[in-house]
């Protein structure tokens, strides 16, 4: 009876870290004032686009601390390229990027604020301003938004 309860456990745990394989993770420690809705937009296939399909969203509370905020993209979704929309609730105010963590399984890339603008390139809306970026409207349109270089995709190619 020990030996079928062991089996059955043993299933169980297999059965639970299958389930957590294959999944990609983007952790931002970002400080916000407001609060907002942060998304990701991916491409798992060069032949499409960004697509409200391929998006998670989250919910960001304003604080005066750094906080970490994650998004976890479906199951055997590895994106070829993505970008990160940094609000849409028309906040003209500046966020600081600490540092962004790409997981996928156990393999991690770390890129801190030293070497951001080498991995993500802000969009119009978006103005670097010493160690945080302002966020802006133009012509009454708003969309900031950081998005992967072809140097961070071939990174994740390569190490992914």
């Keep these: 009876m020990k030996n079928f309860f062991f089996i059955i456990v043993l299933m169980l745990c297999f059965s639970c870290k299958k389930k957590e394989e294959n999944v990609f993770r983007v952790f931002i420690d970002i400080k916000v004032l407001e ?54 609730n028309k906040k003209e105010s500046p966020i600081e990027i600490k540092s962004v963590k790409l997981k996928h399984n156990d393999k991690v890339i770390e890129i801190n604020d030293l070497v951001l603008d080498r991995f993500f390139k802000p969009n119009i809306y978006i103005e670097k ?32």
């Design 35 to 88: 609060d907002d809705n942060f998304q990701v937009f991916y491409i798992d296939d060069l032949e499409s686009g960004y697509s409200e399909k391929n998006r998670k969203t989250i919910q960001v509370k304003g604080i005066s601390e750094f906080q970490t905020i994650v998004f976890e993209l479906p199951n055997n979704v590895l994106p070829k390229m993505f970008r990160i929309d940094l609000g849409e």
């Design 129 to 160: 301003v010493d160690k945080a970026f302002l966020r802006q409207s133009i012509e009454s349109r708003y969309d900031p938004f950081l998005s992967s270089t072809p140097l961070l995709n071939k990174k994740m190619e390569l190490e992914f």
